[in-house]
């Protein structure tokens, strides 16, 4: 612990209330948004989002249970002539959502950091060099912008790695051969793809690095090579399944990065 007497340090006033004040906020915001990670399991409707094609290709539900996506059930029809394809998470089976575990945990690590504050101002003088409090600032920003990060970037994947997940091999009764699904957070949500794939006439060289890249969603026509064999996408489908409670944490988080930064900014211009 930094003493009092160190040259710079923050003496009371109405800058150490301010300190107090914003110390006692972020507690509760981040508390508060740790603690609806915690919420009792839940069911969500998945929404589908047209993509011109006027049918409605994705319809079902989801159930969540802090970063466990516990069940789905989807019905799928790709086409308006193709059969409706209805198909439910294996009993065995559940889906773990590291988006979401490792936003919690950077959150906790900005709880942790937080924690070196006082309480209170027992003596009427903080026990903080300026300096200091700036780079515990810093590192709670860090933390904040990491689980953010967590939630609005989520990992782009080819189609043949999308192929070889196992997500297909969740669902009860097994979806066709021909079908390729991912689930990812973006933002607030849970996002629902959905391909059905047909061999390719196309004499891409296989070896082209354009063929399939990593990405969050695939269009009609990509390429993937499966087997010694080329295929391409036929169709392509996206729903998504909008969490109430991740909503709530990203409103937090973001408070917490406006309170951080203002105090920090007056910080820095304080003699």
Known sequence: ??????????????????????????????????????SPCSKYPLRYHDNGSNVNAIQGSVVFHEDTLCSMEMLVKSTKTASAVKSTFRDDKQWKLQQIQDAINHLKLATSALNVFPKSSRNGQNQYSKGYIIGVLDKINRSINMCRMRLFSPCKLSLEALVSSGIVKMFTPPLPGDTIVNFFILEDSLVVTHYTVQQSHTTISKNSQHNNPASLFHPVGAILE????????????????????????????????????????????TK
């Open 226 to 269: 499966h087997g010694g064999t080329l295929y391409e996408v036929a169709t392509a489908h996206k729903a998504d399944c909008p969490i109430p409670w991740l909503k709530k944490i990203l409103v937090a988080t973001d408070i917490c990065l406006q309170l951080t930064n203002e105090l920090r900014e007056k910080l820095v211009h």
């Open 1 to 38: 612990m930094i003493g009092a007497n160190v040259k710079g340090n923050v003496h009371a006033g109405v800058l150490q209330h301010e300190i107090d004040s914003v110390v006692s906020q972020l507690n509760a915001l981040l508390s508060a948004s740790i603690s609806l990670f915690y």
